[in-house]
């Protein structure tokens, strides 16, 4: 199949097909034409990559992660499951940041709020 029919079984553009071909995550075989050619085999390819990007995980993680896929054994699943490990403890960090830095800014908002209410004229009794 060409690259359009990839892209609309996939429901993923053209042009991310082709970020993958050079990411080195996807590869296809070409035309005399130069047009590039995928089997069934690529749908479910890039079906998977999709959950790992919606997993979080960038392109070059990805990479890491794909032996599991292309060459499954019990040392590609182990290590697949140390670097999937590896970035989920990424992510906790960075939320925990997220919420020490919203904690921040509800304290300036406090301070905020109660700097403005010094500012309205005391009532007339």
């Not at 991310?16 to 047009?35: A, D, F």
């Amino acid at each position: 199949m060409r690259i359009g029919e990839l892209a609309a079984r996939t429901g993923v553009s053209v042009r991310s097909l082709r970020y993958y071909e050079e990411q080195g995550l996807l590869t296809s075989t070409r035309s005399g034409g130069g047009q590039r050619h995928y089997t069934e085999h690529e749908v479910e390819r890039v079906e998977f990559i999709q959950r790992l990007y919606a997993g979080g995980l960038s392109s070059r993680t990805i990479l890491e992660v794909l032996p599991c896929a292309d060459a499954p054994s019990e040392e590609h699943s182990d290590a697949a499951l140390e670097r999937l490990a590896e970035e989920r403890d990424r992510l906790s960090a960075h939320i925990a940041d997220l919420v020490r830095t919203r904690d921040a800014l509800d304290g300036l908002m406090t301070a905020a709020r109660a700097y403005r209410d010094t500012l309205r004229p005391a009532a007339a009794g």
